[in-house]
Nanobody, 127 residues
Framework: QLQLVESGGGLVQPGGSLRLSCEASGFTLDWYAIGWFHQAPGKEREGVSCISSSGISTYYADSVNGRFTISRDSAKTTVYLQMDSLSPEDTGVYYC????????????????????WGQGTLVTVSS
């Protein structure tokens, strides 16, 4: 399993912004798509955004489309999730995952296999 490390979570007021990072430890992300997943308190984990290995294809869940932006750095070691206009419903733990077998377009994000998960970073949106 590949090791991923998330960071950037914290407490933010409604309407605020955070940028989460998903960093590869000991490898580069050249061949891997990255997905961000959100687990709200007491709920199932759900996918919110994905980016292909090339960075060309991205996917956003309806709940975050227009508010979140996924990107990857040129060094191919980190994927970011810029989160704007945050609401209390965005509260929860955010995980990133890597996959070398995927299908991503604007309408879907499918990981046929997952090669690694991060430990998660907590986002709390509250006044």
């Amino acid at each position: 399993q590949l090791q991923l490390v998330e960071s950037g979570g914290g407490l933010v007021q409604p309407g605020g912004s955070l940028r989460l990072s998903c960093e590869a430890s000991g490898f580069t992300l050249d061949w891997y798509a990255i997905g961000w997943f959100h687990q709200a308190p007491g709920k199932e984990r759900e996918g919110v955004s994905c980016i292909s290995s090339s960075g060309i294809s991205t996917y956003y869940a309806d709940s975050v489309n227009g508010r979140f932006t996924i990107s990857r750095d040129s060094a191919k070691t980190t994927v970011y999730l810029q989160m704007d206009s945050l609401s209390p419903e965005d509260t929860g733990v955010y995980y990133c995952a890597a996959s070398s077998s995927f299908d991503i377009n604007a309408n879907r994000c499918v990981f046929r296999a997952t090669d690694g998960w991060g430990q998660g970073t907590l986002v709390t949106v509250s006044s």
